[in-house]
């Protein structure tokens, strides 16, 4: 059974950093890419950034880019979500999800505020 679990989520200050663990195990691809996605409330849901497994290939939306790390873990399976200088815009629930299925986590939510 895959399970992928999101963690790391809290209330920043303007400017201030988090970074975000997604735990993934149960997963019998070879190789396969995480994802971190977000939702704003209102909002669409936004791709941010994927790593892959293979040759730990990075990928950043604009939104993420400069500002958001992605990085993984390989022996712990664990994919992590740098993100620094945050601003009330990146309030949203964070997601992460295996790439090309549709294993989400549950999310955990960022708040940026005063």
């Known amino acids: 059974q895959v399970h992928v679990v999101e963690s790391g989520g809290g209330l920043v200050q303007p400017g201030g950093s988090l970074r975000l663990s997604c735990a993934a195990s149960g997963i019998t691809k070879g190789y396969y890419a995480i994802a971190w996605f977000r939702q704003a409330p209102g909002k669409e849901r936004e791709g941010l950034s994927c790593?892959?497994?293979?040759?730990?290939?990075?990928y950043y939306s604009d939104s993420a880019k400069g500002r958001f790390t992605i990085s993984r873990d390989s022996a712990e399976n664990t994919v992590y979500l740098q993100m620094n200088n945050l601003t009330p815009d990146d309030t949203a629930v964070y997601y992460c999800?295996?790439?090309?299925?549709?294993?989400w986590g549950q999310g955990t939510q960022v708040t940026v505020s005063t």
């Open positions: 999800k295996i790439a090309g299925t549709n294993y």
């Open positions: 790593i892959s497994s293979h040759n730990n290939a990075t």
